[in-house]
């Protein structure tokens, strides 16, 4: 999936997806590895920081 912006919150992200602007909640080891994301969180940034 294309993300613009990712979110890093200590070892969890918040990555938008391009195609549907919805937020997506995940992890990755390093900057520039691939997030392996597990929950959508709809468009509202601010519920997908809620559910850090």
Not at 16 to 38: A, K, L, N, S, T
Request: aromatic share 12%.
């Amino acid at each position: 999936m294309e993300v613009d912006p990712i979110i890093g919150f200590t070892g969890l992200c918040l990555a938008r997806c391009v195609d549907d602007g919805e937020w997506y909640m995940g992890h990755r080891g390093e900057p520039g590895e691939p997030i392996f994301c597990w929950s959508s969180y709809g468009a509202d940034l601010g519920i997908a920081i809620d559910g850090l």
